[in-house]
């Protein structure tokens, strides 16, 4: 199996794939007569297709042994996908690039804490990956009429490992 290391999640790093949602770096005003900071704006929604309407979700995600086997990506056609923790525990998000339809070579991001990502409309992704423990994600992403998920299965599965020593599964 080839091994890919994880790297830290950046903004820049990940434009290719999409957008982190985060706080730092951002456009931010105050709302509510001063009560309250809107960071505003940090991911694009996309939601095409026949019907198509936004969906606000609640994924609770079973954690996975690392280093993670990725034997298949996903992508969806017809919409983005975002995952926001709703626990400050960092997860680990893997993408590749689209080459003439087919998944590119994988790469693998850590977030820190608290940081959410959104995956563009059509970006291939492996499916949501918690570490050491149960984390439940806001994840907003496309309903509506027509298929939107596209499955592919590696011939060889990649061996996804984490930054530091901490692949114990
Ligand atoms: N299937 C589903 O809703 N989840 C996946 O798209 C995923 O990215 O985890
Ligand atoms: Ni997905």
């Avoid at 820049?12 to 509510?32: H, K, Q, R, W, Y």
């Avoid at 017809?78 to 923790?85: R, T």
């Amino acid at each position: 199996m080839k091994t890919i290391v994880a790297e830290a999640l950046t903004r820049e790093a990940f434009a290719p794939f999409g957008d982190v949602i985060e706080t730092e770096g951002t456009e931010s005003f105050l709302i509510n007569n001063g009560k309250c900071r809107r960071f505003h704006d940090l991911a694009k929604v996309e939601a095409g297709g026949e019907n198509a309407r936004v969906l606000i979700n609640i994924f609770r995600g079973t954690p996975y042994p690392m280093p993670l086997t990725l034997s298949m990506v996903e992508r969806h056609p017809l919409g983005s996908q975002a995952f926001m923790p709703t626990t400050p525990a960092p997860f680990l998000v893997v993408v590749c690039p689209d080459e003439a339809g087919r998944p590119g070579r994988p790469r693998a991001f850590l977030t820190a804490p608290g940081q959410g990502v959104n995956y563009a409309r059509g970006t291939w992704h492996g499916v949501l990956t918690p570490i050491g423990k149960e984390q439940d994600f806001v994840v907003v992403d496309r309903g509506g009429d027509g298929n939107n998920v596209e499955e592919h299965f590696f011939t060889e599965p990649y061996s996804i490992a984490l930054p530091e020593t901490g692949n114990a599964s």
